[in-house]
């Protein structure tokens, strides 16, 4: 049986949810070309990400929240290694100042054992005050796996999107069109 050929894939948006559509697109044999309004990748909502990756310890055990969180910080740490990008496992603290807030706080250590998030334990104020001396509290769960990535860097890696030596384009779009000649109008590639 013959197969036609995939028909080429328009992505608007370089950022971080484009790049990876057009990445896991790219690297199956698409042909892919993403559109971007700016310059460059992650200019917006990416790029202004404060870059933390959730570990897991929110989400109720079982959601899809919970699963998909833990697929994605095994998947986006193995991206980060193999490609060099700083992965930065600073760890999570959720203080508690009473013992109301205490019982609250159990109920996220219940998720996060629920959810598969590895290294969890909890500090009472002795232990709390040595790991965090200017931080006081009655109790804290620590997430280890907890950790920030710069996100502007992991969108287009050396290689680009695809297969090493097949990025997917990148393009830019004119915010209106000119009246000169059509072939002002065509979108261009950003250096």
Known sequence: MVTAPARPVGIVG???????????LAGSGVPVVVFEKESAV?????????GVVHAGIYYAPGSAKALMCRRGVELLRAYCSDRGLVWNALGKLV?????AETERLRELERRSLANGVPGGRWLNPAALAELAPGVAGKAAPVSPPQAIVRYPAPPLPPGGCGRPGSPAPLRTLRSRPSPRSPADNAVRRVP
Not at 14 to 24: N, S, T
Not at 95 to 99: F, L, T, Y
């Open 14 to 24: 370089a950022g971080i949810v484009g790049l990876a559509v057009a990445r896991q």
């Open 42 to 50: 992650a200019q917006h909502q990416s790029g202004r990400n404060s």
């Open 95 to 99: 203080v508690a100042r009473d013992d």
